[in-house]
């Protein structure tokens, strides 16, 4: 059976930092582009960040270019999120994400086959 858990959030205060993990299993792990989406309370899901299955691409959003990097394990079957420079903008849902088939649509993110269950990251001072 497929699964997505992520872990890693929490409460930090604007300019902190937090590294989020997502460990796979239920599937081969090394065949599946990965990516990172939030959703904040009343508004749509973004993605947030996407890599591919080798590493070698990696896509992210304007609005944490510079401040997040996506990495992944493929001997751990784990995708890392690490964010810095954090902003209370930066508050919501984080979701772990896989896909066999596609990495970006439009050069945006669409990892989204498979997703995880969320972890709550809230930036507040």
């Known amino acids: 059976q497929l699964q997505l858990v992520e872990s890693g959030g929490g409460l930090v205060q604007p300019g902190g930092s937090l590294r989020l993990s997502c460990v796979a299993s239920?599937?081969?792990?090394?065949?599946?582009?990965m990516g990172w989406y939030r959703q904040a309370p009343g508004k749509e899901r973004e993605g947030v960040s996407c890599i591919s299955t080798s590493g070698g691409r990696i896509v992210y959003a304007d609005s944490v270019k510079g401040r997040f990097t996506i990495s992944r394990d493929n001997a751990k079957n784990t995708v890392y999120l690490q964010m810095n420079s954090l902003k209370p903008e930066d508050t919501a849902v984080y979701y772990c994400?896989?896909?066999?088939?596609?990495?970006?649509?439009?050069?945006?993110?669409?990892?989204?086959?498979?997703w995880g269950q969320g972890t709550q990251v809230t930036v507040s001072s």
């Open positions: 239920g599937f081969t792990f090394d065949n599946y582009a």
């Open positions: 994400a896989a896909d066999p088939y596609r990495l970006t649509v439009q050069n945006k993110c669409a990892v989204n086959r498979y």
